[in-house]
């Protein structure tokens, strides 16, 4: 091996040569991968070594910021576009699949199981909106069975876990099974846009960039069925401001749908809920599992 001293033109040679004994493939291509882009951005930018601290500073912050219940790394990836990147990649679906887009750091387990119909809303707080559809697969098949976990924030755009104490635990949240039909109904209330928590240095970047830390008003969904790819998703409300500048990037065409208000009470009385109210139609279409 040629002995070799770091200069700032061989740089990365000199880094890239101490791989030479690692015996993981996938972390020398990534460390590799890595190695280079880094390096690329500092010759890019030429930080001063004030503004290097200062990027050290911001690291070490956005680590210090992690608990059980916040997750600012996550933020830092989603607010990137990184989080959105890596799903789109992992998650190619045939056309007329359902298009995925990010989990979110407020996904709980264990949401309760409810009867199809029943309400999500424990605080009674927001416009009345009914969910309804069919999950069918790519065919149009129906299928019974499918499970739909879903949750949103409140009519103040919280998260329950975001407000212990505040709302009743699991508010707005619920797992829900389809019918023989395939079809899932459930009543909810309006979700409105909120902002990502925006306290710590993510909100800070965001602020430093000439950002807001807005999400376009959603409802998040997990839809999964045995033998089907399951599909980690949200729908969003038609004409809401932030569509076009979601801070995550999470919005993508397909997932847009009107929330249309019904006067009509029939209807109203079909779903046990008063006039006026909100109604929703979304279709799930789950695509076969890859080794199905
Ligand atoms: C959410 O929609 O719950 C969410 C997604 C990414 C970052 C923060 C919140
Ligand atoms: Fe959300």
Redesign the pocket.
């Known amino acids: 091996m040629v002995l070799q001293y770091f200069t700032e033109e061989n740089a990365n040679d000199a880094v890239l040569a101490r791989l030479a004994n690692c015996s993981n493939p996938r972390l020398r291509e990534v460390m590799e991968s890595v190695t280079r882009h880094l390096l690329e951005v500092v010759r890019e930018v030429k930080p001063t070594p004030a503004e290097w601290f200062q990027a050290i500073q911001f690291l070490t912050e956005t680590g210090q910021m992690c608990d059980d219940n916040r997750q600012e790394w ?2 830092l990836s ?1 607010i990137l576009g990184v ?1 959105m990147l890596v799903d789109a990649q992992n998650h190619r679906k045939p056309d007329g699949a359902t298009e995925s887009t ?5 996904h709980v387990d264990g949401a309760p199981v409810l009867e199809l119909g029943a309400t999500i809303s424990r605080d009674g707080k927001g416009d009345i909106c009914v969910v309804e559809g069919r999950v069918s697969d790519i065919d149009g098949t129906p299928i019974p069975g499918a499970t739909l976990d879903v949750w949103q ?1 409140s009519d103040d755009g919280y ?1 329950d876990v975001q407000q212990p104490g505040v709302q009743p635990e699991m508010n707005l949240r619920g797992r829900f099974a389809t019918d023989a039909d395939g079809r899932y109904w459930f009543r909810t209330v309006m979700p409105r846009s909120y902002p ?2 925006d306290d710590g240095p993510v909100g800070g970047l965001l602020r430093g960039m000439g950002r807001h830390p807005y ?1 376009p008003a ?1 409802i ?1 969904f997990i839809v999964e069925a045995f033998g089907f790819d399951p599909v980690t998703t ?1 729908i969003f409300v038609a004409g809401d401001e932030y569509l076009q500048s979601d ?2 990037f ?1 919005v993508k065409k397909s997932l847009v749908r009107n929330f249309a208000t019904v006067t009509d009470q029939a209807k109203a009385d079909d779903f046990g809920v008063p006039a006026p109210f909100r109604h929703v139609e979304q279709p799930f279409v789950l695509a076969a599992a890859p080794d199905a």
């Open positions: 996550i933020l989603d989080s990010v989990l979110g750091p407020f924030a998260y990502i928590p999400r959603h998040h949200h801070a995550v999470g």
